[in-house]
Each structure stands twice: as C-alpha cells, then as structure tokens.
C-alpha cells in the first residue's frame, strides 16, 4: 500500500542544485511528509519534514504544493557525498499505529 | 553531537545459534525501534518500545524475536535461533518524541548465518 511514488534514480552535477520529486497524492490532512536518506549501505539519516508549508534547515529544502499531492526535496548545492538512497515518506505523526515505512526510495547520483 | 551506538558491527553465526545484537540509544530519547534491510532489499520495520514494553511489531517479528531494555541505557535485539533468512543489517534507532522530529539510526550491526 505505496503511499508515495518516487522515480527509481536521477542524477546531478556536483554543485548544482539536485530536486528530488515524491507523488503522494492520497495524503490525508493530518499526514507529514518526511524525508531521509541512506548513504551506501550505513542506517538511514533525517532530512526534513513538513505538513504543508514550506521548511528550510541546513541540509535541505521541502516545498510541499498547495494541495499537498506532491512535494520536492531540494539539496541547493548537491556534493558528491549527497549521492544516497532518498526516501519520501508520510504518516501521521503522533498515530498510535505511526511507524515509518521504507520503500524503495529514489537514488541520486551526483556526478563530479 | 549524540549518536546510537550499536554493537557489533558484524557478527556471523551458525544457524540455529542465538544473537544479541546492543544498541546504546541517545541517552534522552525514551522510543525505540530496531529495523532490518536484508541485502539489497527495502528497510523493514521491525519493533517499537516504549516505557519498558512492545508499543508495535512486524510480521516478521515472531516468537524467534525479543527485545529488552536490561538498564537505563541499553537496548537489545535477541534472535533465539537463527536461520539463513536472518542474515541481514539490524538498524536500532530511537527518537525522543513519538515522530515529531526525527529518529535517529545507528550504524548498523550486520549479522551473517551461515
């Protein structure tokens, strides 16, 4: 039961900046969006996360679109050591059932 | 910056042995979670623990798994008796709210049955 849809891979040139799309156009009102990512093979690290506006910390941007169907993570100056597995994930946040779910996640390569 | 430590980093067993596999958390978070992510595979989720009980579990978390928190600072996984199936990377994370903000992983503790 994918709750998002991402594409399996994409590419980008270091220090440039990389945009990461996730489709999850069944999200309900009370669901974030979530974003981690998995360098190589070591456990999975926190990006960012969102409900419906737009949010900014040191590693990474998430606009989330006005009827939050889809939403983009944006690296502004994508290095080498950004290439990683990239996950988009929405939940609720406090449910008592809330885990995350991994799925296969898109894969950004960053070109030298 | 406080990370979750987990050990050991690999481990190889014979089938039908026991593991634990140690997770020491951040030491202010109070949720805990182990996953897996079998050889090229998603990551699974595994188990979640909340003052000192199971709050949710897999369906891959059977009779064969247990966890426990023997102190205040340690967080274990228990395999009774492995099976090939188990090989894997055992990820503990924990989080100090329920999901609001983010859980944060450990390294991994990538246990080999043979």
């Known amino acids: 039961d994918a709750k998002t849809t991402q594409p399996p891979s994409m590419d980008c040139a270091e220090g440039r900046a990389a945009n990461l799309p996730c489709n999850h156009s069944?999200?309900?009102?009370?669901?974030?969006v979530y974003w981690y990512r998995q360098i190589h093979s070591q456990g999975p690290q926190y990006i960012i996360h969102?409900?419906?506006n737009n949010e900014t910390n040191e590693m990474a941007s998430l606009i989330i679109t006005e009827d939050r169907k889809s939403s983009t993570l944006i690296l502004p100056h994508a290095t080498l050591r950004d290439t990683a597995v990239y996950y988009c994930i929405v939940l609720i946040a406090t449910g008592a059932n809330s885990k995350l779910t991994f799925g296969k996640g898109i894969t950004l390569s960053v070109r030298p | 910056e406080p990370e979750v430590t987990q050990t050991p980093s690999h481990q190889v067993t014979q089938m039908g042995q026991e593991v634990i596999l140690r997770c020491v958390p951040i030491s202010n978070h109070l949720y805990f979670y182990w996953y897996r992510q079998i050889l090229g595979q998603k990551v699974e989720f595994l188990v979640s623990?909340?003052?000192?009980?199971?709050?949710?579990k897999s369906e891959i978390f059977d009779d064969q798994f247990s966890v426990e928190r023997p102190d205040g600072s340690n967080f274990t996984l228990k395999i009774r008796s492995t099976k090939l199936e188990d090989s894997a990377m055992y990820f503990c994370?924990?989080?100090?709210?329920?999901?609001?903000?983010?859980?944060?992983f450990g390294e991994g503790s990538r246990l080999t049955v043979l």
């Open positions: 069944t999200i309900s009102g009370n669901e974030y």
């Open positions: 994370a924990s989080s100090r709210d329920r999901l609001i903000g983010e859980l944060f």
């Open positions: 969102g409900l419906k």
């Open positions: 623990f909340y003052n000192n009980e199971i709050s949710e």
